[in-house]
C-alpha cells in the first residue's frame, strides 16, 4: 500500500532524519533524497538558524514530522502550548501525517524527557486513544503512534504490547509507525518472538516504517541509534513489508553519527527488501 | 492501579537523584527499600531485577539532563568546576524538575534559583551569577524571534517627541558586573578544540580554565546578545546605548529614551548628537529594529493592517 489514509495517500520511498551534522552537505550538495523526518520540538521555536535551515530544507525536500514529547500515554491533559507551537510548525511543513510515541514521559506537568513503557491495560489503552483523538482534532492532520523500545515491563499489564498497540490504534482509528528495530530490541529484553507482533499488527493501519541500529550490552539491549541496522532487524524489516507492502521507511541515527553518505548508503539498504515487493499486499 | 497512580510512583523513583557512583539509590522516594519499591511495580526478569531494570531508566533520565545543562552552561561549569556544577544541577533539577516540552528550557529557572541558594557559588557569587544570565542570553538570542526589521517608510515624518521604535526580542541586554564574555568564549574554545587523544593537553586545558576564573578581574560591562546571519554574537555596547537601549525596548518615545541615557553620562555635551547617530546607524545595520506592536506614532500596527486588508478585499 503506497499510501493509505495514515500517511495522507502518499508514497514517500525511503528517508532519513534530519540531523545538525548534514545540515552544510544538504545545503550545499543537494543530494537526492526521498524525503527527511524532523524531530519536531527541535523547530518548535520563535525563530532562529533551526527554522531558516528547515526553510531551507522545504524549498527542496519532503519533510514528514516525528514527535518525542507529546506523550500520549500520559495520564494528563496535552500542553496547550505544545499544541500551539506543533499546529504552527505542521502549517510551515505540510507535514501530510505526524507520528509521536506510545508512551508517557511527564506526569503533573514535570518532564522526564524519556520514553517511558506503558502498562498494557485498557484503562490506559482507553485514556491514551482519547488523547490521540484529541490532538488529532486540533492538528487536522493525519497521525501515527510509534511502538517503543523498552526495558521494563509492569505487573499491571493485562495484555501483550503487540494486543494494547492494536487496542490503542482501533479507539483511536489513527495510523502506526512501525519501529522493527525497536521490536527487537524489546524482543531481546521481554523474551518474546518478534514475528509474532509484526504478524499481529493490522498491516492497513502502517503508516511508516523505522528501522535502525542499538547496542547489546550483558543483560539488555539499548535502543541507542548509533550504529547500523543489524541482520534480525532487516528480516523483521522484511516481513514487515511483506504484510505492509511498500511504506515510507526511515532511518534513524542519532548518536556518533557518521557522514551524511554513509548514513544515506544505510538507509537505502531498504531497497534490497522493497524490490520486488507488491505495492499492496497485507498477509 | 489507577494510571496516574502509576506514572506518578514510576517518575518518583526516575527522577530521585543517582548515587556518587551513578547508580540507583537503595533507598526509595519517602523512605523504605527500593528494591521493594521496584518490585512493587516493575516485573523482574530472567536478567535483571526489577530494581535493575528501573535504574535504566533512573540513570537514563539523570544522564540525558545533566549532559543537557552541561551543554547550555559550560561557562558556570568553568566557575563552579565539573564536580560542583554537577552536584549543582542536580539540587536544581530536583527542586526545578522540567515543566517544557523541550529540554531547551531547562535552564530557565537557574539564575533565579542560583539566588535563592547561594551557597553552591561560595565566593564566586557575582561572577557564577553573570554568567548564568549570559549562558540563558545566548540561548534566548540563539532561536528568539525575530519581528519584521523597521523600515524607513514605516518612520514617515516622525519626530522625536513621538517617535517609538521596537527592539528585536532575540536581541538580551545584559549589564554585567565581570567581563564573563571573555571567560566564556575561552571556555568554549577550549570545548571545541578536539584533544581525545592526550590526557596531558585535557589536564592543562583544565588548568588554563581555571587560571582564567581565578584571574578575571570585576569590571562592569554592558552587552548585547543579538544574532547575525543566525548566529550568536556578544557585543560589548556603552553605558548610554544600553540605557537607550533599554528604555526604546520598554516603549519609551526615542527623545524620552536619549535623555534617560545621557542623563548622568560623562560625553559632552557636544558630542552627543554623533554619539547618538552612530549608535542608531549600527544598530540598523545589524537589524535590531523592529516595527512596534504600536507603530512609531502611537496607533496599533496590526488594527491598521487588518483595515487595509479589508478595504483591497
Same mark, same amino acid.
Request: glycine letters at 4%; aromatic letters at 10%; hydrophobic letters at 40%.
Given at each position: 500500500?503506497?499510501?493509505?489514509?495514515?500517511?495522507?495517500?502518499?508514497?514517500?520511498?525511503?528517508?532519513?532524519?534530519?540531523?545538525?551534522?548534514?545540515?552544510?552537505?544538504?545545503?550545499?550538495?543537494?543530494?537526492?533524497?526521498?524525503?527527511?523526518?524532523?524531530?519536531? *520540538?527541535?523547530?518548535?521555536?520563535?525563530?532562529?538558524?533551526?527554522?531558516?535551515?528547515?526553510?531551507?530544507?522545504?524549498?527542496?525536500?519532503?519533510?514528514?514530522?516525528?514527535?518525542? =514529547?507529546?506523550?500520549?500515554?500520559?495520564?494528563?491533559?496535552?500542553?496547550?502550548?505544545?499544541?500551539?507551537?506543533?499546529?504552527?510548525?505542521?502549517?510551515?511543513?505540510?507535514?501530510?501525517?505526524?507520528?509521536?510515541?506510545?508512551?508517557?514521559?511527564?506526569?503533573?506537568?514535570?518532564?522526564?524527557?524519556?520514553?517511558?513503557?506503558?502498562?498494557?491495560?485498557? *484503562?490506559?489503552?482507553?485514556?491514551?486513544?482519547?488523547?490521540?483523538?484529541?490532538?488529532?482534532? !486540533?492538528?487536522?492532520?493525519?497521525?501515527?503512534? *510509534?511502538?517503543?523500545? =523498552?526495558?521494563?515491563?509492569?505487573?499491571?499489564?493485562?495484555?501483550?504490547?503487540?494486543?494494547?498497540?492494536?487496542?490503542?490504534?482501533?479507539?483511536?482509528?489513527?495510523?502506526?509507525?512501525?519501529?522493527?528495530?525497536?521490536?527487537?530490541?524489546?524482543? /531481546?529484553?521481554?523474551?518474546?518472538?518478534?514475528?509474532?507482533?509484526?504478524? =499481529?499488527?493490522?498491516?492497513?493501519?502502517?503508516?511508516?516504517?523505522?528501522?535502525?541500529?542499538?547496542?547489546? !550490552?550483558?543483560?539488555?539491549?539499548?535502543?541507542?541509534?548509533?550504529?547500523?541496522?543489524?541482520?534480525?532487524?532487516?528480516?523483521?524489516?522484511? /516481513?514487515?513489508?511483506?504484510?505492509?507492502?511498500?511504506?515510507?521507511?526511515?532511518?534513524?541515527?542519532?548518536?556518533?553519527?557518521?557522514?551524511?553518505?554513509?548514513?544515506?548508503?544505510?538507509?537505502?539498504?531498504?531497497?534490497?527488501?522493497?524490490?520486488?515487493?507488491?505495492?499492496?499486499?497485507?498477509? | 492501579?489507577?494510571?496516574?497512580?502509576?506514572?506518578?510512583a514510576v517518575a518518583r523513583a526516575v527522577m530521585q537523584p543517582l548515587t556518587s557512583s551513578e547508580r540507583m539509590q537503595r533507598k526509595a522516594p519517602g523512605g523504605g527499600r527500593m528494591s521493594a519499591y521496584a518490585a512493587q511495580y516493575i516485573k523482574p526478569n530472567d536478567r535483571?531485577?526489577?530494581?535493575?531494570?528501573?535504574?535504566?531508566?533512573?540513570?537514563?533520565?539523570? +544522564?540525558?539532563?545533566? &549532559?543537557?545543562?552541561?551543554? #547550555?552552561?559550560?561557562?558556570?561549569?568553568?566557575?563552579?568546576?565539573?564536580?560542583? +556544577?554537577? @552536584?549543582?544541577?542536580? #539540587?536544581?533539577?530536583?527542586?526545578?524538575? &522540567?515543566? @517544557?516540552? $523541550?529540554?531547551?528550557?531547562?535552564?530557565?529557572?537557574?539564575?533565579?534559583?542560583?539566588?535563592?541558594?547561594?551557597?553552591?557559588?561560595?565566593?564566586?557569587?557575582?561572577?557564577?551569577?553573570?554568567?548564568?544570565?549570559?549562558?540563558?542570553?545566548?540561548?534566548?538570542?540563539?532561536?528568539?524571534?525575530?519581528?519584521? &526589521?523597521?523600515?524607513?517608510?514605516?518612520?514617515?515624518?516622525?519626530?522625536?517627541?513621538?517617535?517609538?521604535? #521596537?527592539?528585536?526580542?532575540?536581541?538580551?541586554?545584559?549589564?554585567?558586573?565581570?567581563?564573563?564574555?571573555?571567560?566564556?568564549?575561552?571556555?568554549?574554545?577550549?570545548?571545541?578544540?578536539?584533544?581525545?587523544? @592526550?590526557?596531558?593537553?585535557?589536564?592543562?586545558?583544565?588548568?588554563?580554565?581555571?587560571?582564567a576564573v581565578t584571574k578575571l578581574e570585576p569590571a562592569q560591562i554592558f552587552l548585547a546578545v543579538h544574532r547575525l546571519d543566525f548566529s550568536v554574537y556578544f557585543r560589548r555596547i556603552e553605558p548610554e546605548e544600553f540605557t537607550l537601549l533599554r528604555a526604546l525596548r520598554s516603549?519609551?518615545?526615542?527623545?524620552?529614551?536619549?535623555?534617560?541615557?545621557?542623563?548622568? @553620562?560623562?560625553?559632552?555635551?557636544?558630542?552627543?548628537?554623533?554619539?547618538?547617530?552612530?549608535?542608531?546607524? $549600527?544598530?540598523? $545595520?545589524?537589524?535590531?529594529?523592529?516595527?512596534?506592536?504600536?507603530?512609531?506614532?502611537?496607533?496599533?500596527?496590526?488594527?491598521?493592517?487588518?483595515?487595509?486588508?479589508?478595504?483591497?478585499?
Amino acid at each position: 500500500m503506497p499510501g493509505n489514509r495514515f500517511n495522507g495517500f502518499t508514497d514517500y520511498g525511503i528517508g532519513i532524519g534530519l540531523r545538525a551534522p548534514h545540515y552544510d552537505h544538504i545545503l550545499s550538495r543537494k543530494p537526492v533524497v526521498d524525503w527527511f523526518e524532523i524531530i519536531s *520540538e527541535n523547530f518548535m521555536i520563535d525563530g532562529g538558524r533551526p527554522l531558516h535551515i528547515l526553510e531551507q530544507i522545504l524549498e527542496q525536500y519532503k519533510v514528514v514530522q516525528h514527535g518525542v =514529547s507529546m506523550y500520549f500515554g500520559s495520564a494528563e491533559k496535552p500542553d496547550r502550548e505544545h499544541l500551539r507551537r506543533l499546529k504552527q510548525l505542521v502549517k510551515l511543513t505540510n507535514t501530510p501525517w505526524l507520528s509521536d510515541h506510545l508512551c508517557w514521559g511527564s506526569v503533573d506537568g514535570r518532564y522526564t524527557h524519556d520514553l517511558l513503557p506503558m502498562p498494557y491495560t485498557f *484503562e490506559a489503552a482507553r485514556l491514551t486513544a482519547q488523547k490521540i483523538r484529541e490532538v488529532r482534532d !486540533f492538528l487536522e492532520i493525519p497521525l501515527a503512534v *510509534e511502538n517503543v523500545s =523498552s526495558y521494563a515491563e509492569y505487573h499491571v499489564s493485562e495484555m501483550t504490547e503487540w494486543e494494547f498497540l492494536n487496542e490503542v490504534v482501533e479507539r483511536a482509528d489513527c495510523g502506526i509507525l512501525l519501529d522493527v528495530n525497536n521490536i527487537y530490541v524489546s524482543s /531481546r529484553n521481554h523474551n518474546f518472538d518478534p514475528l509474532t507482533y509484526i504478524n =499481529s499488527v493490522p498491516a492497513d493501519r502502517v503508516a511508516q516504517i523505522h528501522i535502525a541500529g542499538h547496542s547489546k !550490552f550483558q543483560k539488555y539491549i539499548l535502543d541507542t541509534h548509533d550504529h547500523p541496522v543489524i541482520d534480525p532487524v532487516w528480516k523483521l524489516y522484511d /516481513r514487515a513489508i511483506q504484510r505492509a507492502g511498500h511504506t515510507a521507511t526511515l532511518l534513524e541515527w542519532d548518536d556518533s553519527i557518521p557522514s551524511f553518505q554513509e548514513v544515506h548508503r544505510e538507509a537505502l539498504k531498504a531497497n534490497r527488501f522493497l524490490a520486488g515487493r507488491s505495492m499492496a499486499v497485507a498477509v | 492501579m489507577k494510571l496516574l497512580t502509576l506514572q506518578r510512583a514510576v517518575a518518583r523513583a526516575v527522577m530521585q537523584p543517582l548515587t556518587s557512583s551513578e547508580r540507583m539509590q537503595r533507598k526509595a522516594p519517602g523512605g523504605g527499600r527500593m528494591s521493594a519499591y521496584a518490585a512493587q511495580y516493575i516485573k523482574p526478569n530472567d536478567r535483571l531485577s526489577s530494581f535493575e531494570r528501573l535504574e535504566i531508566y533512573n540513570r537514563q533520565y539523570w +544522564f540525558r539532563v545533566l &549532559s543537557s545543562m552541561a551543554e #547550555d552552561f559550560p561557562g558556570l561549569r568553568a566557575i563552579l568546576g565539573g564536580r560542583r +556544577f554537577e @552536584s549543582m544541577c542536580k #539540587d536544581y533539577l530536583t527542586a526545578r524538575p &522540567s515543566r @517544557s516540552f $523541550t529540554l531547551r528550557n531547562l535552564g530557565a529557572q537557574l539564575e533565579a534559583w542560583l539566588r535563592q541558594n547561594p551557597a553552591w557559588m561560595r565566593d564566586r557569587r557575582v561572577l557564577a551569577l553573570d554568567m548564568v544570565r549570559l549562558e540563558w542570553a545566548e540561548i534566548e538570542a540563539f532561536d528568539g524571534q525575530a519581528k519584521p &526589521s523597521l523600515r524607513s517608510e514605516d518612520l514617515g515624518e516622525a519626530e522625536l517627541t513621538s517617535l517609538r521604535l #521596537d527592539i528585536q526580542p532575540y536581541v538580551q541586554l545584559l549589564e554585567l558586573h565581570y567581563p564573563v564574555d571573555d571567560l566564556l568564549l575561552e571556555v568554549k574554545h577550549g570545548n571545541d578544540t578536539p584533544d581525545r587523544a @592526550s590526557n596531558a593537553v585535557q589536564e592543562r586545558r583544565k588548568r588554563s580554565r581555571v587560571r582564567a576564573v581565578t584571574k578575571l578581574e570585576p569590571a562592569q560591562i554592558f552587552l548585547a546578545v543579538h544574532r547575525l546571519d543566525f548566529s550568536v554574537y556578544f557585543r560589548r555596547i556603552e553605558p548610554e546605548e544600553f540605557t537607550l537601549l533599554r528604555a526604546l525596548r520598554s516603549g519609551k518615545t526615542v527623545e524620552r529614551a536619549i535623555e534617560l541615557a545621557f542623563r548622568k @553620562s560623562p560625553i559632552p555635551v557636544a558630542d552627543r548628537a554623533a554619539s547618538v547617530q552612530h549608535s542608531f546607524q $549600527t544598530w540598523a $545595520t545589524l537589524g535590531w529594529f523592529c516595527r512596534p506592536e504600536t507603530n512609531v506614532h502611537g496607533k496599533e500596527f496590526l488594527k491598521k493592517e487588518n483595515r487595509q486588508k479589508s478595504w483591497a478585499d
